[in-house]
């Protein structure tokens, strides 16, 4: 049955990535109305969501972020499947770096210099990896992802995200795959507020609530000795977002346990007070309570 589905649907996911972009968000807007009114998709888990985090807001103006975010999602439905088909250069115009953040990674890559980028499901991460493989080619991009239970659509979107470049590394074999490249200049993803078992994680306070986060990545960012840096991709418009990349840690093995974890997290946190209808309100990211 996945297989039908999976074959059925591939020659409409082309055709929607062949659309111009005014048509393709018209679109968006028509599923913006089918999820939002007519389905209401996770509509009471993101308005807790939201109140929770923002406990100083009026009802009214979280309602707002809310229906922004839903907007959002759909235009991010939508722009993942456009990279079947979009040409680099238009890639480029849609998803840019901010010159000094370019530059910074390719300053690491000038060096030999292997980095973790550590970053959130905020903006259009999907176009920040194929703009980082276009504009860091002195150094490989490698995204840590979690493989889907359907083998077709996990086909479908591992083809998408190496489309320009970028190479995949499955979760569970991500320490064992860093060390296998290692001779190589690497810039490897995390995408960092997902969602732990609680009794294995770190628990710290994020946007007011108790909340478990991985401690994966300073683990190994100390073992391989790789500075950390943050991103963060701002939708500038509809349709257009920018990559901001800073400096976060320079020697990972000079910091204690949940340090680099604390201050990466601390820092989306401010991303996501300062543009949050782009952040997956969606996700179930407190479905755990502190053991």
Request: proline share 5%; hydrophobic share 40%; charged share 20%.
């Amino acid at each position: 049955m996945k297989a039908v589905f999976y074959y059925l649907s591939l020659p409409f996911l082309y055709l929607l990535s062949l659309l111009p972009f005014p048509l393709l968000y018209a679109l968006s807007d028509l599923f913006f109305l089918i999820l939002f009114y007519l389905v209401g998709y996770r509509k009471g888990l993101v308005l807790l969501n939201l109140r929770r985090s923002f406990p100083g807001k009026e009802e009214t103006e979280l309602k707002q972020i809310r229906r922004k975010f839903y907007r959002h999602l759909c235009d991010l439905f939508l722009e993942t499947f456009k990279t079947l088909t979009i040409s680099p250069q238009a890639m480029l115009r849609h998803c840019s770096f901010e010159p000094a953040s370019k530059q910074l990674l390719n300053d690491f890559a000038a060096q030999g210099q292997s980095v973790i980028l550590v970053m959130g499901h905020q903006g259009n991460w999907e176009w920040a990896g194929n703009t980082c493989s276009l504009e860091v080619p002195g150094s490989q991009l490698y995204v840590i992802y979690h493989p889907l239970a359907n083998p077709y659509m996990n086909g479908l979107i591992t083809k998408m995200r190496r489309r320009f470049g970028t190479r995949l590394i499955a979760m569970k074999d991500t320490f064992k795959e860093m060390v296998a490249h290692r001779a190589e200049t690497t810039t490897t993803a995390f995408i960092a507020d997902q969602t732990p078992h609680p009794d294995h994680a770190h628990w710290m306070t994020f946007l007011h609530q108790d909340t478990p986060v991985f401690l994966g990545t300073e683990r190994i960012a100390r073992k391989l000795k790789y500075p950390i840096v943050y991103a963060f991709v701002k939708k500038i418009k509809r349709g257009y977002y920018q990559i901001h990349v800073e400096k976060l840690v320079e020697n990972p093995a000079a910091t204690g346990d949940g340090e680099i974890t604390e201050r990466h997290t601390h820092r989306l946190e401010q991303d996501i007070i300062g543009q949050p209808e782009t952040w997956l309100w969606s996700h179930r990211r407190w479905k755990h309570k502190r053991p």
